[in-house]
């Protein structure tokens, strides 16, 4: 009989976490989210060290999360820690994507701009982008830079809002901490939850001139007080009031009261840039089960390029609108069409929706012939599914529609296409309007 020997000689080891590499537990580590790996610290002295600002694990974090989307060495001119870059990276994340603005206190150059930014990824920094449609250009959409946000040398957070050319300015300023170009306006960056962002101009700013004096005349030896990420509304309110009491139990309170009301009216009248209010489009892209939601772009019936945001709703219905500036009154919200029942007809399609369809031309931009023939139903094989709408969010009572002369309910059809896009229209014209991605994957397409 052979002899196998001891059988514990030839039992598998076991090798434990802590005989890894540090490189390697640290990598398994930045899998973790913050609570877990603050609990992991506890476990033993060995890992206590997890949680200090000091610690590795923070480069390990970053570089997972956000190394494939910006320079994360190039952060603060490579300056400044990891630890602080994370907590910064993962506030400005929420950033990432489009907002659409809202409410704004009064008209200003800045306002009148395109209610839609975009925000993405730099080398070092977030910039933010106002997106608008092309009037003279197909489906290419204009992206400007109006916000740039970033880390100081110092670890201060730096935020400006300016003209496209101040870019390069930006960079400088994002590695001094302050900037002198009077096109460069400092801003605070003010989150309410994820899905709510202020910007509003900060009137603390001081710039420095040749002779080291601020605007405020009063000289500094280190570098001027630049903008930060910024409070919540609400915190600078309670601080408001602190000080309001404060002034009013203190012997002088009420001259000091008086000078802070003069020094507050003095900087409100150069003030540059009024404040706004943006909210996030958190649905942008479509989903397997919410194919037409999202934003879109197509050639309106007035052959000019339009934004369309498409929602589905709490009850299963969805409704498109034109992005529109709420400022303005009623603006954006009437709906472009509306629909309480998803249900898509398959194919293969009866001979009236076939009809239906094959009698339309489709809306072209003026590079591509404005208008263009419509093309067969079947033959290309280009619709996938129909879907039947209305223009209106009126009430309809079905045994009287056909008895009710009712000029803003009309009905109509969407016609998804097998590339996932789609093209929608109404009875009442033979007009095809066709809808394409605005940005996929993250990226704006057809810009300039």
């Known amino acids: 009989m052979a002899d196998f020997g001891d059988p514990k000689e030839h039992a598998p080891s076991s090798i434990s976490f802590v005989d890894f590499p540090e490189d390697v537990q640290l990598s398994i580590l930045s899998f973790l989210s913050l609570p877990e790996i603050s609990s992991f610290s506890l476990t033993c002295k060995r890992f206590l060290h997890l949680a ?53 206190n009064s008209p200003s150059p800045a306002a009148a701009g395109p209610p839609l930014v975009f925000f993405e990824w730099g080398p070092s920094y977030i910039t933010g982008y106002r997106i608008s449609p092309s009037r003279s ?20 957070h730096v935020n400006f809002i300016g003209s496209p ?8 300023a994002a590695q001094l901490g302050f900037s002198d170009d009077p096109d460069l306006v400092p801003v605070n960056v003010c989150f309410v939850g994820k899905n709510h962002v202020v910007f509003e101009e900060n009137q603390g700013y001081c710039r420095r001139d040749d002779s080291g004096i601020t605007e405020d005349g009063v000289g500094r030896e280190g570098s001027p007080s630049s903008s930060s990420l910024g409070g919540s509304p609400p915190d600078r309110v309670m601080s408001e009031i602190y000080q309001y009491f404060a002034n009013r139990t203190s012997p002088s309170g009420d001259r000091a009261s008086r000078r802070q009301r003069k020094k507050d009216r003095a900087r409100q009248g150069k003030r540059r840039w009024e404040s706004e209010h943006y909210l996030k489009i958190v649905n942008c892209s479509p ?42 009154p009623f603006s954006g919200y009437s709906p472009v069409f509306w629909t309480s029942n998803t249900t898509f007809i398959e194919s293969p399609f009866s001979s009236k929706e076939e009809d239906i369809y094959g009698c ?30 209305n223009s209106s969010y009126d009430l309809v009572i079905p045994d009287l529609t056909n008895s009710t002369a009712n000029d803003l309910h ?7 296409y097998r590339d996932g896009t789609f093209g929608f229209g109404f009875l009442r014209n033979n007009l095809i309007i066709d809808l394409k991605h605005i940005a996929q994957n993250g990226q704006l397409l057809d810009t300039v």
Not at 67 to 80: C, E, F, P, R
Not at 137 to 156: A, C, D, H, L, V
Not at 165 to 172: K, L, Q, W
Not at 361 to 388: C, D, W, Y
């Open 287 to 328: 989903t397997p089960s919410r194919p037409l939601q999202g934003l879109w772009k197509g050639i309106c019936d007035d052959t000019s390029l339009d934004f369309y945001l498409v929602a589905y709703d709490d009850i299963g219905g969805i409704a498109c609108r034109r992005v529109g500036d709420s400022s303005e």
């Open 52 to 104: 200090r600002p000091t610690s590795q694990i923070w480069y390990s974090l970053c570089h997972r999360r956000w190394s494939t989307k910006t320079h994360i060495h190039a952060w603060g001119n490579g300056q400044i820690s990891f630890h602080l870059l994370y907590k910064t990276l993962s506030r400005y994340e929420d950033l990432i994507g489009f907002w659409r603005r809202v409410f704004a």
């Open 360 to 389: 339309r031309i489709h809306i072209r931009p003026h590079a591509t012939n404005q208008i263009s023939g419509s093309h067969p139903f079947m033959k290309n094989e280009v619709v996938a599914r129909v879907l039947h709408i």
């Open 410 to 416: 009309v009905e109509g059809r969407i016609w998804q």
């Open 137 to 156: 250009n197909g489906y290419i959409i204009t992206k400007t830079p109006f916000i740039w946000m970033g880390i100081s040398s110092q670890g201060e």
């Open 165 to 172: 050319s101040a870019a390069g300015e930006f960079a400088r």
